[in-house]
């Protein structure tokens, strides 16, 4: 009788409505990947197979949507290949492609779980992956130590400033032009630094000007210094200085000494308005303000001075079997022997995924599909139904034979 194989087609059909409602279930989970049931046939020594057999569970590893979501440390993998690598609170390791991921109150970056994500500290690609950590502590100042002039054009049709009376700051008829720009101490403490520019008489056909930078009121050292100019405008000399300072911070905050190298090597002298771009590489401490996470996987710190600090880089997985993969719950799987060891790489290298910050990668569940089979399933099951209602009615047609 064929009671076997329609029993065996009810089991079938009802595993396969349970990895349909399953996957329309995680219709909404971040980075939920849709699972297909696979079956297969039962024989034996028969002409007449005994039914079908449920195999497994067949993972659709494709992407989902990626949508923004605003969290500075959510993240989506843009493309199918790589999985955040984590681990739990005993050390165990997991790999997930649900990247919503906050600050806990230790600074570690964890899911919802408490998984901790894991990279590379501080950028060291290749090294092993440790637990990222978002700093808390202020970045330390930087004191100016070059001053460069992407941009100084003095103008040639200037008057020329006598050599007396001396040069006074506080006297603007003794010099042409003055510039200033914030420097930075080893403390951090800003300072007005000030150049005064003065136009002096031509000498041998050049243009000659006095520069004399201060700190604050006081001059530095040296206390003035020349740059001569050829009749094209061209800088001759004096482009690159050391200006020095001995005490900064003064004797309450006694910073290092400044030296300051300059680098006007790009000056002009033309006939028009003068003008000036001077840039140095210096900044005072800032706190810790907001994380960024860039294509290549890059965990940006920015901090309240506008500097920025790399913290990490993301250590993406990718396996040679992902059918083999084992799933654990909580949006995790762990590697088999059948899914053989995780390939750890950077974002976008060795064929890996791109990162897209501020987003999430939404479910690949495609809800008409699975509808559709759902339906599929149901005529299935009531087919299977069927078949041992038709071997009922034979078996009540033969026990009713006289």
Known sequence: ?????????????????????????NSGTVGFKAGSATFADVYASSRVGLGVQFTGVSQRFTTGNITSSGGELDMAIDGPKGFF???????????????????????????????????????????????????????APRATTTLTASKLTLDANASVVPATPVFDADDASTYTKAEQRTVYDSLGNAHNMKL???????????SVWDVYPYLGSDPMT???????????????????????FATPGGTTSPAAPLSIATNF???????????????????????????????DGTIVAKYTNDQNRVIGILALADFNNLQGLQPRG?????????????NLGQPGTNGLAVIKGSSIEESNVDMSQELVNMIIAQRTYQANAQTIKTQDQIMQTLVTMR
């Open 330 to 342: 909580g949006n995790a799987w762990v590697e088999t022997s059948a899914s053989g060891p995780a």
């Open 265 to 295: 090597n790009n000056a002009t002298q033309f006939g028009g308005e003068a003008s000036a771009n001077l840039l140095q590489d210096g900044y005072a401490t800032g706190e810790y303000a907001s994380v960024s996470v860039d294509r």
């Open 196 to 206: 005064y520019f003065a136009k002096r008489d031509a000498a041998g056909g050049n």
């Open 222 to 244: 040296p206390a003035s210094f020349q740059m001569t100019f050829n009749n094209e405008g061209t800088l001759l000399s004096g482009g690159n200085q050391t200006l020095t």
């Open 85 to 139: 690598r984590v681990v739990d609170t005993s050390g165990a390791v997991m790999y997930t492609r649900n990247g919503q991921f906050f600050k806990d109150k230790d600074h570690n970056i964890v899911n919802i779980q408490g998984h901790q994500l894991t990279g590379y500290q501080g950028g060291a690609v290749g090294t092993d992956p440790v637990p990222l950590v978002v700093p808390v502590e202020n970045i």
């Open 1 to 25: 009788m064929g009671f076997g194989q329609g029993l065996s087609g009810l089991n079938a059909a009802s595993q396969n409505l349970d990895v349909i409602g399953n996957n329309i279930a």
